[in-house]
Structure formats: C-alpha cells, structure tokens
C-alpha cells in the first residue's frame, strides 16, 4: 500500500506514488476521494494488465491473420465463425485470490463472472470448465478444505444456472499450497447474426444507461485491488473483498439479456465484474469514445448510507451495464420487467468525452473518458532463476522396485488418478448437448442442436514442465490441449489462455510470464491456430516463504467436429483389435510424476516441441479419421505410455498384450521409455484388417507409428518386449487404485 495525501488528509492507495503523481498531473488537480478510487482499482494489475500489456502485444492480430476470427483480443470473449451462420464465443478467467480467502463464493462467483462475459457477446453460454490448482491433499487439511469448496462452490453456482460443467483438469502440487488457483471457461454458441446485434460500443449523444440485475451492496469492494498483490500482505479484513453470487438471479439476467439484444436496441453492454460500476462505466465510455452523465442516488442500494466511493467501487455480482437507444428504451425495460429483473435508469451519454457522476448534486466524478481505461504500463525487467541449472541437470536416480510396483504407485497418485470426485458433482449433462461426458474422451464434446456438427474443448497445462522450462512448457500445454480435442475427432480452431504468475516485479517472476507468453505465440503461429483472448493473474506468491506457485499459462482449445460418426472416444471397443502407438518417446523424464510420485524429485530434462512432427503426426491422424480407421484415441500425457493404455482398458474391462519389441530408441533405458512424458504422441485401436492400409499411409506423412500389441478379453496388461524385465498388470486393481485415492484423501 502506499500512503499519499488528499486534500491534507492522508489516504492509503494500491497504486504507487508515481501514479499518484500522474493522476494530478492527468487532471490538473487532486482528485475526489470517488475519483482516486476509480484511478485506483483501475490502474490495478487485475484491471489495466500495466505489467502484462506491452508483452501480450504480439497476440493482437488475430482478426487481421484469420477470416473466422469473429472478435479477437481485447474483447470480453474471443469469438469465432464455425461456419453455417454460428457463431462461438469462449473465454477463460481466473478467481484465485477469493478462492484461497473464501473458497465456495470465490469459486462461484468466479462461475458467474465468466458467464457474463460470454453474455456481453450476444450468444447464450453453453458450457462451463475449470482448470484447478492445489497443495497437495495427503495429510494436508487445508488443501483438502480450499478443493472441497472450490469443487461445490463451481458445481453448485453451474448447476443451478444450468450451465453444463463439461470438462476440466486438476493438479496438486506443494507450490500452491498458500496460492491455490481457480480459473473458470465459458463457451457461447449463437448465430452470426447475434454476435452482429451484440453491442458495438459506438454510441450516440442520448442514448439511455441503464443498470440492471441485483442490488448493489458493500460486498466486493477493493476485490481488484486485493488480487493485484499477494496473499500474505491480505488479513481477515480482505474478506470483505470477496463477493457472494446468486445462480437464480443469473439464470434470468442470461434470459432477459438475450432477448434485449436480439432486440437491436442495446448499443453497448458491460457486465459488472472487477471494478464494478467504475469499470463498467469508465470502459462503456473509453471505448465508445464518448460522455456520459450518470446518477448515483439512481442505483438500487441494498444497504444503507452507501456514500458514492462505495457504489462506484462495489463488486456485488448478477449486475450489467447496458447503454440503449432511446427509441427502445422501454421495449428493453419491459423484457426486464418479464423476467422480474431489477433496473434503473442511471444516466445517458452525451459527446462531451468525459464522464461525470453525481451524487445527489455533488459531481463526485468528472474525468476524460479514457483516463481510467488507458493506464500507464511497466517495462518489468527479467532474469532467469539462477536455480534452473541444478535443477535441469539432475538424473533420474536408480530404482530397485518392479515396473509394476511402480506403475501402481502412478496410477493412484494425486495429479494421475481419476477426477470423478469432483466431475460427479457437476451436471455436465443438463441442456441436452452433452455427447461426450466426462471420463470418456479427453475432452468434453457438445453437440450443436439441429446441425451435424459437434464442439471439443479442453483446458489444461503442465505446470511442472513449464516450471523448469516455461518456453517449451507452454508449447507443450498446446500440444497437449490440441491433442486431447484432436483425440476426440476435432480439429482445432482457437485458443485462449490465463497466466497464472508470481509477482511481476520480481525478475525470475517476470521471466516465467514473458517466456510462456512466448512460447504460446510461436507455436500458435507455427500451427496456425489463432490466439483469441486471455487473461493474466499475477501476485501469485508466497512473501513469507519467498515463493511462487509453478509457472501456469491455463490454455483452452476448442475444436470442431462433423458427423456423429466422426467423433472418437477413449475406451478400446473390441477383443482382438492391434494398437498402435504414434510418435516419438524421448528421454525426457523431467517434471515427469514419475520422478515426482517414485523419487520426490523436480528436475531433470523436461519434454520439448518440434512442430514440424507435431503437425505431421496430426495430419496422419486426421487422414486415418477420414477414412475411418479409428476405434479408440488417447493421448499419451501423464505417467506415461502404460498409464495411458491402463486407462483405454477401464470401461470395457479389456486388457492389452504389449510387444514393445523395436518399438523405440535403443539408447532409452526402460524406465525412460515407460515413463516419459514426451508431448505429442498417442495411442489408437483399430481393426487388424486395416494394418497394412495404416502403414501405407504413413509413409506419406513421415512419422514415428509401432504396433505394440492387441486389445484382449482377459482383463490383463502384459508387457513383453522391454530390455530388462516383463510384467503383468491387473486392470481390475488398477481401476480400484484409480478411482479410490480422492475418496480417500476427501474423507474430511
């Protein structure tokens, strides 16, 4: 915090001196107590990116490089054309500080942010996912505490909306332990034509605000400023910052707004998020590159005395912004009234380009209109961490256990064993669109009602990869997301990302951040998949420990799928079928679970990127999908090679006969093989008729491709093949050790 004096009083602000300094120097005066707050929520981190702004730079060309980039960058959701007069709207956010100080509302009302930024598009919200992150849970009550409301606070908020929770992904991992992260996803489905009657943000002199949606109260306020610093500078008195949503409320604000914009009427629309009221008004207005007049005693307050500071500043959710034509102001007021929403009438713009508020008669608030919106930003300087050497040198250690001792320990380990805990207390069905349901496909798969087409989405990074190398980490997180829709039949379209950080100001914190930044935009452009929209949380660390959580660039992949027969799922189908494994394994064992879960360890050589066969191996598989020589897909990702074919054998329990006889580099040793986690790669199941089809058309595509073996009715993995020693697994002790471990640990 720093301390500044305001008209002879001392005052306590986020914002530096310096900016402090700026906003005087901006306004040729002091600002009102109202006006400093305004500067100072938005000028935040959370709100303005001033550190992250100049590095997220080179994603902002979306819409100019790809013709079915819709809305790119900037934008409160990316959106794309998936083409037959669809549009898809999808975004991802972060609600980490509120989690960690109040887990069920912080996560809830993470939920309802992220649904009103898909609303601002204009298309209706269909699906929800949410990547999470925690200390681990084995003897850790407070971790066990944060998952167990995090986990209801999302399913409960979703549920009642009924939204589908549809996917998503959770590590545990001692670097969270103080900073657990809560990211949320949205996707949007509407026509082409309701993304062009969404709101333009081009607005004329007259045209009516209006606020609409639940009261506002002293919940919230300060939410953006507390999550633009870290945790251990927050006491008991940060509580308050946290907001409490409404689910029901929500339900019907998503209804009435829909049919408001469908209207034609609604020129600009902002929900009340971070900043709240400030933000909405400020951005409505910089944007739109115009005035307003806005009246505070105008606001529907649930508590009384609320002075001007605390409506401006007030985060309580369920509320939007919407600037109307005058000539629909009362047709959109009476879809209002038809849902029983709350509204009023709280201003109108007007081309003066400065926004003012009133409190009564007293104008508490008189700025440029783009003064809150356009903050300074930084030039944070950066250093990679002098400890990564040490780290990335280390060996993998010598193991005197049995390949079966250890793959058993891996498959019931926290960041391997199944989810169901958490996706059993979703309604990932509800809305009739669910075809892929969790646990059955590496992503989740919504059909588009009265087409033949289908959307994957996935979400998810490796946050151990990225920590020892946050370059070839990220693009690794690409890979991966890529392939788990690519698994499922789709291609994929667009990506949108959430970086989780340290603080920026500190240089080994930074470096982490621009890194990824870069690794996610090199591989994008390689591959030609269009970057769309973020978001950034930073201050992602421990003061007193002086740590920080993994380095985690959150990616979300949505892909497109034509023709029900063309989707693709986990589970091996059939006794007698060949598997086969693509791509190329490599030693890379670093950041693996395997030198997590069997040595304790975090370093040595982590999995690296070569697009060039990435694209390749994708290109072969799409050519075997076309001609539908495909049963089964899965991709190859934590634990390694077995742990991924355990987990194709557990719906059907079916067992496989493995000969990895010539089936990689001579100079791996076992352990390296089995266990690497080298990105890219995946195992299929098709009919042995197909064989020698398949090997002919790999020839055109250049890539790694081994039979390794046959699906089997005993349900048996029995692995032959290997330098050292043979094996055989139980399936049906795997399925037990697979599905009991969260139970287990959530005994609370």
Same mark, same amino acid.
């Given at each position: ?305 609320? $002075?001007?500071?605390?409506?401006? !500043? /007030? %985060? &309580? ?8 034509? +005058?000539?629909? *102001? ?35 608030? $008189?700025?440029?209109?783009?003064? !809150? /919106? %356009? &903050? ?8 990679? +961490?002098?400890? *990564? ?44 669109? &669910? ?314």
């Amino acid at each position: 915090m720093t301390n500044v004096k305001l008209n002879g009083k001392e005052a306590n602000i986020e914002m530096t001196e310096g900016e402090f300094e700026k906003v005087k120097e901006l306004l040729g005066r002091e600002p009102s107590i109202t006006e400093l707050g305004a500067f100072d929520v938005m000028w935040s981190e959370h709100c303005s990116y001033k550190s992250s702004r100049p590095k997220l730079r080179i994603f902002e060309d979306a819409e100019a490089n790809y013709d079915y980039v819709l809305a790119g960058p900037g934008q409160d959701a990316g959106v794309i054309d998936i083409g037959d007069g669809y549009a898809l709207a999808f975004r991802i956010e972060s609600h980490n500080h509120p989690s960690a100080i109040e887990p069920y509302h912080g996560a809830a009302t993470g939920i309802g942010g992220i649904i009103r930024d898909i609303l601002c598009m204009g298309v209706r919200p269909i699906a929800l996912l949410d990547p999470l992150r925690f200390g681990r849970l084995k003897n850790n009550p407070h971790s066990q505490l944060l998952f167990k409301y995090v986990v209801k606070g999302i399913a409960d908020y979703g549920n009642c909306t009924g939204i589908p929770t549809i996917g998503g992904e959770v590590e545990f991992d001692d670097s969270f332990e103080s900073n657990c992260l809560v990211n949320v996803a949205c996707i949007g489905l509407g026509t082409i034509d309701d993304f062009k009657h969404a709101p333009s943000r081009a607005y004329n002199p007259g045209d009516y605000v209006v606020l609409m949606g639940g009261s506002t109260g002293r919940d919230g306020i300060h939410g953006v400023t507390f999550a633009s610093r870290t945790l251990t500078e927050m006491s008991e008195a940060d509580r308050p910052a946290v907001q409490i949503g409404d689910p029901f409320t929500k339900k019907m604000i998503i209804e009435a707004t829909l049919e408001a914009v469908k209207t034609g009427f609604v020129r600009g629309l902002k929900d009340l998020g971070g900043g709240g009221l400030t933000c909405a008004t400020s951005e409505l207005t910089g944007d739109g590159n115009t005035g307003a007049k806005v009246d505070l005693r105008k606001v529907f307050t649930r508590e009384p005395g609320m $002075n001007s500071y605390e409506i401006m !500043l /007030s %985060e &309580s959710q369920e509320r939007m912004t919407f600037i109307i034509k +005058p000539e629909g *102001l009362e047709t959109v007021l009476d879809i209002f009234r038809k849902y029983e929403m709350s509204f009023a009438v709280i201003g109108r713009t007007d081309d003066s380009k400065v926004l003012k508020v009133f409190d009564d008669d007293n104008l508490v608030v $008189n700025l440029p209109s783009k003064a !809150l /919106s %356009e &903050s300074p930003t930084f030039k944070r300087q950066e250093k990679r +961490p002098l400890y *990564l050497d040490e780290l990335l040198s280390q060996k993998t250690p010598e193991s005197n256990q049995r390949f079966e001792e250890i793959i058993y320990k891996l498959i019931a380990s926290e960041n391997i064993c199944s989810k169901e805990w958490v996706y059993r207390q979703y309604d990932h069905e509800v809305g009739v669109r &669910s075809v892929v349901k969790c646990g059955e496909g590496d992503s989740g798969v919504l059909r588009i009602i009265g087409t033949d087409k289908f959307i994957a989405a996935s979400v998810g990074v490796n946050s151990k990869h990225c920590f020892l190398d946050p370059y070839e980490g990220a693009k690794g997180g690409l890979v991966e997301e890529c392939s788990n829709v690519i698994a499922n039949g789709a291609k994929p379209l667009a990506m949108v990302n959430c970086c989780n950080f340290g603080n920026p100001e500190i240089p080994e914190s930074f470096w982490y951040f621009s890194n990824s930044v870069d690794g996610m935009n090199d591989f994008c452009r390689k591959l030609r998949i269009p970057i769309v929209g973020g978001n950034v949380s930073f201050y992602n660390e421990d003061e007193v420990k002086k740590t920080a959580i993994k380095a985690t660039p959150m990616i979300m992949i949505v892909g497109l799928i034509r023709g029900k027969e063309n989707i693709i799922t986990l589970p091996f189908k059939k006794a007698g079928h060949d598997i086969f494994l693509i791509g190329e394994t490599k030693a890379e064992l670093g950041g693996s679970e395997f030198h997590s879960v069997i040595f304790n360890i975090e370093g040595g050589i982590p999995p690296k990127v070569d697009e060039k066969k990435i694209k390749a191996t994708w290109d072969f598989l799409f050519e075997l999908y076309k001609r539908s020589l495909v049963k089964a897909n899965h991709d190859i990702n934590k634990g390694g090679i077995i742990i991924s074919i355990a987990e194709m054998c557990f719906n059907q329990k079916l067992g496989a006969d493995l000969d990895f006889s010539n089936c990689y580099n001579k100079d791996l040793r076992d352990d390296e093989f089995l266990f690497s986690e080298s990105v890219g790669r995946f195992i299929i199941e098709t009919d042995p008729k197909d064989y020698n089809s398949i090997l002919e058309i790999s020839k055109d595509f250049d890539i790694e491709l081994y039979k390794i073996g046959k699906t089997v009715a005993n349900p048996e993995i029995n692995i032959r093949g290997l330098k050292s020693q043979s094996s055989t697994l139980y399936v049906e002790k795997m399925k037990e050790l697979f599905d009991s471990t969260i139970p287990n640990l959530m005994e609370i």
